[in-house]
């Protein structure tokens, strides 16, 4: 599975749109881009996921770029309750296949 | 809630002693995972298991054993652990799909303390 680059921290302001980089410049073509997030302590929450057509659902927005070497993720109206770790994931379709975590981005939300 | 539930939430423990860990999908999922979690660092693969057959062991110490007893249940058997596998260990569940892979949804984790 492709490897995967996010900053490691950013903060946004409460009520304003938060968009997550990710660099994934090796992915190949049968390979999606997953996103979970982490709140503390607690288990990783699935988010939303794509192939190359943006993806939009309740949480949040998915762009992936035409070459598909790189998404942003956006949660459109960011509150408190979004402070978490969040982790992009490149992996192929299909079967049981492992998620391979990153370090991810410790996304702040403050008032 | 995401339909997958781990039991005990916490859990401390000497050296020589034996736990186990419990994990259980109610989403109908035919695959189950363990992910270790050590303070600081990133989640590591542990065991999957699909339609109840171990098809990954990530070079996991014998100390701990997995068993899968159906598609809704896994444990995770402890014995004679050291203080470096205190972490959050965490469970997940999947179905197979023809279209974007498969989603894994996890549960809440057991923060295992070794002392």
């Known amino acids: 599975d492709a490897k995967t680059t996010q900053p490691p921290s950013m903060d946004c302001a409460e009520g304003r749109a938060a968009n997550l980089p990710c660099n994934h410049s090796?992915?190949?073509?049968?390979?999606?881009v997953y996103w979970y997030r982490q709140i503390h302590s607690q288990g990783p929450q699935y988010i939303i996921h794509?192939?190359?057509n943006n993806e939009t659902n309740e949480m949040a927005s998915l762009i992936i770029t035409e070459d598909r070497k790189s998404s942003t993720l956006i949660l459109p109206h960011a509150t408190l309750r979004d402070t978490a770790v969040y982790y992009c994931?490149?992996?192929?379709?299909?079967?049981?296949?492992?998620?391979?975590f990153g370090a991810g981005t410790r996304l702040a939300v403050h008032p | 809630e995401t339909g997958v539930t781990q039991t005990p939430r916490h859990l401390v423990m000497g050296m020589t002693n034996k736990k186990s860990l419990k994990c259980e999908q109610h989403?109908?999922?035919?695959?189950m995972y363990w992910y270790k979690q050590s303070a600081k660092k990133p989640l590591e693969l542990m065991f999957v298991?699909?339609?109840?057959?171990?098809?990954e062991n990530n070079s996991v110490p014998s100390r701990f054993s997995p068993e899968c007893p159906n598609s809704s249940h896994l444990f995770l058997h402890l014995h004679t652990l050291q203080p470096e596998d205190s972490a959050l260990y965490l469970c997940?569940?999947?179905?197979?799909?023809?279209?974007?892979?498969?989603?894994?949804?996890f549960g809440p984790g057991t923060r295992l303390t070794v002392l």
């Open positions: 997940a569940s999947s179905q197979d799909k023809e279209r974007g892979g498969d989603t894994q949804y």
């Open positions: 090796t992915i190949s073509g049968n390979e999606y």
């Open positions: 794509g192939l190359k």
């Open positions: 994931i490149v992996r192929s379709s299909g079967g049981y296949n492992k998620l391979i």
């Open positions: 989403l109908g999922h035919n695959a």
């Open positions: 298991y699909n339609f109840k057959e171990q098809t």
